[in-house]
């Protein structure tokens, strides 16, 4: 079994930030990717960010310039730094990791969502 447990989130003022992490457990040989998904209301789940085990990051167009995510390969943990918040970063957070399982197959989770709600 693998889980991921998220921390961080809560209620921001636009303009302000906000730090999220997660951390990976469980039967784990490895991690590929790491990376953040979230869901406002009424929306699909899109991606946010997502870093290899290299360090290659990826970010969405909307959050550019403003998130940071960055990885801690010892502890298996990933974060996500927000700043400038907006209230359309108002979502839930959802963390993701690609990992590969004991029995060495690749395999995908998420983590339970956090909520980041940016007030106006």
């Known amino acids: 079994q693998v889980q991921l447990v998220e921390s961080g989130g809560g209620l921001v003022q636009a303009g302000g930030s906000s730090r999220l992490s997660c951390a990976a457990s469980?039967?784990?040989?490895?991690?590929?990717?790491m990376g953040w998904y979230r869901q406002a209301p009424g929306k699909q789940r899109e991606l946010v960010t997502v870093?290899?085990?290299?360090?290659?990051?990826t970010y969405a167009d909307s959050v550019k310039g403003r998130f940071n995510i960055s990885r801690d390969n010892a502890k298996n943990t990933v974060y996500l730094q927000m700043d400038s918040l907006e209230p359309e970063d108002t979502a839930v957070y959802y963390c993701?990791?690609?990992?590969?399982?004991?029995?060495?197959?690749?395999?995908?989770?998420w983590g339970q969502g956090t909520q980041v709600t940016v007030s106006s």
């Open positions: 469980g039967s784990i040989v490895g991690i590929r990717a």
């Open positions: 870093i290899t085990g290299g360090g290659t990051t």
């Open positions: 993701n990791a690609k990992i590969i399982y004991t029995d060495y197959t690749l395999r995908n989770y």
